[in-house]
T-cell receptor
């Protein structure tokens, strides 16, 4: 059974601080996808990383895929209250539309 | 373009009843996946349909079933509802390549009493 361990589960920080969320597995994935979910809504895709060692930047968010395609990280620089939400990593393995999700990181950024 | 539409948004059912949830994918997306989200288990894969065929199925009992129509719209059905089926049910659509990511609907909040 493929699993994705996501940490930390909860994170409460002040505006302007930096943070990193980690997503680890013993399995290889064809891609690692990061989503953000707000209460009462579905997850929204932030980025997909496909190549081992790949780094993608989305404004203040930096996503990295591990060389072995088993792990990924999300780094937020100078967090803002608008970054508050549930961040989810998900692994795809070309098995007909199935994503394996991590447990999520509940981020709270206080002004 | 229109996003993924799920109906209804909220549903309250009694134990033992059955329920049908609907999902309309983004136009042109032929893959539709279903997930169950609960506080304890997170997001868990139910099944995925592509061109009216179930391609993959998660580890849920046979009470959970689904289908896809020729216009790519999908329905999922849960029979003999249990209290533990209370959850947010999410539908996601994508193109053929799952590595492109998925677009999720807002979900159906099912409460079983």
């Amino acid at each position: 059974t493929q699993l994705l361990e996501q940490s930390p589960q909860f994170l409460s920080i002040q505006e302007g601080e930096n943070l990193t969320v980690y997503c680890n597995s013993s399995s290889v994935f064809s891609s690692l996808q990061w989503y953000r979910q707000e209460p009462g809504e579905g997850p929204v895709l932030l980025v997909t990383v496909v190549t081992g060692g790949e780094v993608k930047k989305l404004k203040r968010l930096t996503f990295q895929f591990g060389d072995a395609r088993k792990d990924s990280s999300l780094h937020i620089t100078a967090a803002q209250p608008g970054d508050t939400g549930l961040y989810l990593c998900a692994g795809a393995n070309n098995q007909g539309g199935k994503l394996i999700f991590g447990q999520g990181t509940e981020l709270s950024v206080k002004p | 373009k229109a996003g993924v539409t799920q109906t209804p948004r909220y549903l309250i059912k009694t134990r033992g009843q059955q329920v049908t949830l609907s999902c309309s994918p983004i136009s042109g997306h032929r893959s539709v996946s279903w997930y169950q989200q609960t506080p304890g288990q997170g997001l868990q894969f139910l099944f995925e349909y592509f061109s009216e065929t179930q391609r993959n199925k998660g580890n849920f009992p046979g009470r959970f079933s689904g289908r896809q129509f020729s216009n790519s719209r999908s329905e999922m059905n849960v029979s003999t509802l249990e209290l533990g089926d209370s959850a947010l049910y999410l539908c996601a659509s994508s193109t053929l390549d799952s590595n492109n990511g998925y677009t999720f609907g807002s979900g159906t909040r099912l409460t079983v009493v």
